[in-house]
């Protein structure tokens, strides 16, 4: 069977920080001096040789650069990393290249040379805007560096710029969540990623809790407050996180939350991809950057491919398009999975008789704002013995 491909994007993973955050989880590493940059691009550059030939062509629609801080590495080596991408593959005319920065390690001068690299859309780690928290963090800038850096982003002449925001943080009020969205809301970035201070297994703040952690009410109490606010503000909700005003909502993000491929270049990087007769397979790099950069270019087989079951190639699908308010239309689950919707009858039923999801149009499912509250007990209703998926 001929199936039609999905998008295609490209992360690529720089894995440095200049220090390790203590709720962070994700494949970053603390790096006491300089790291090892050129001989990591050189690493990379290989890495995506490789990856060209799993794209066989197919158009790039967006590169996301993340980490890590990748806003350690000068514009000189992101531009060497961009130039082996627009050299190796086809990129479409409009590609959207993210690049995500620290407001502690940018300057005016890398963030034009940024620009001038190829870099067409920024996003910030602010975090808190209030100093306390930042420290509560383990954040190294300061609120004042973010208003600079966000300043001196626009005259590099970024058209959208993201600014990441957390609630929920040690020690915060309602008036302090409140204050943070509207100062992120004054600088009126084209894009807010909202998200909740979660304590992740393998991480700092999960073996040892901070101290005055908001309850659940008060939790629910922010999110309900600091989300009117951001629609108050012009920015729409398209995602349970992620807030953007007109024409500029992450497209790669986009691609993930709509079970589209991608590909994966750096250390810990995970890809995607979906063969012309509906397989879906996933691999992974070495997560250890020493690791990462002595496979390269050993390993001129390419990733070790994991194919997917069916009935994971739904839930995942159903794990991703449950995360968007205006959801998912039927059509999409079956060219996107391959599967019948027949899969999806009973949960979907059940979660609709419990307030969980509702048909916005004919063949057209989303979730009630109850269903993007209780997100995880939605999701798990596509996983359970509610649904066919994890047997078909």
């Not at 790039?60 to 627009?86: C, K, M, Y």
């Not at 407001?103 to 920024?122: I, K, S």
């Not at 986009?254 to 994966?264: E, H, K, Q, S, V």
């Not at 704002?369 to 509610?386: A, K, M, V, Y």
Request: aromatic share 8%.
């Amino acid at each position: 069977m001929n199936t039609e491909l999905p998008p295609l994007s490209l992360y690529l993973h720089l894995p440095w920080c200049a220090s390790k955050c203590p709720y962070c989880d994700f494949n970053s590493h603390a790096t006491s001096g300089e790291p090892p940059r050129d001989r990591y691009v050189a690493a990379m550059v290989n890495d995506l040789a490789n990856e060209a030939q799993l794209a066989a062509g197919r158009p790039l629609q967006s590169v996301f650069i993340g980490g890590g801080t990748p806003s350690l590495f000068a514009p000189r080596e992101i531009a060497a990393i961009l130039a082996a991408v627009q050299r190796l593959f086809v990129v479409a005319g409009n590609c959207e290249i993210t690049l995500e920065a620290n407001p502690g390690t940018v300057e005016r001068d890398n963030l034009a040379g940024y620009r001038q690299a190829g870099v067409n859309r920024l996003s910030l780690g602010a975090q808190s805007f209030n100093g306390d928290l930042l420290r509560a963090l383990g954040r190294i800038h300061s609120p004042a560096e973010i208003r600079t850096a966000f300043d001196e982003a626009q005259a590099a002449g970024f058209a959208s710029v993201n600014i990441d925001l957390m609630f929920a943080l040690p020690g915060q009020t309602l008036e302090m969540a409140t204050a943070d969205v509207d100062q992120v809301c004054s600088l009126r970035p084209q894009h807010v990623s909202y998200y909740q201070l979660t304590l992740e297994p393998n991480t700092i703040f999960f073996e040892r809790p901070p101290p005055a952690m908001p309850d659940d009410d008060l939790c629910w109490e922010i999110e309900e407050r600091c989300h009117e606010r951001l629609r108050e503000a012009g920015y729409e909700r398209y995602e349970i996180s992620a807030f953007a005003q007109p024409g500029h909502r992450c497209r790669h993000n986009l691609n993930y939350w709509t079970f589209g491929d991608y590909l994966a270049a750096g250390a810990g990087a995970h890809g995607k991809l979906t063969a012309a007769d509906g397989t879906i397979r996933r691999y992974r790099k070495p997560a250890h950057p020493l690791a990462y950069m002595e496979r390269h270019p050993a390993a001129a087989e390419g990733p070790r491919m994991q194919t997917l079951r069916a009935g994971e190639v739904g839930f995942e699908y159903m794990l991703n398009a449950l995360r968007l308010p205006g959801g998912f239309a039927e059509a999409e689950f079956t060219k996107r999975t391959g599967m019948p919707l027949a899969v999806l009858e009973a949960p979907l039923a059940r979660a609709r008789a419990d307030g969980l999801m509702q048909e916005a149009a004919h063949g057209v499912w989303r979730p009630t704002p109850l269903g993007l509250r209780f997100l995880n007990d939605l999701q798990s209703r596509f996983l359970t013995g509610e649904s066919d998926l994890h047997t078909f």
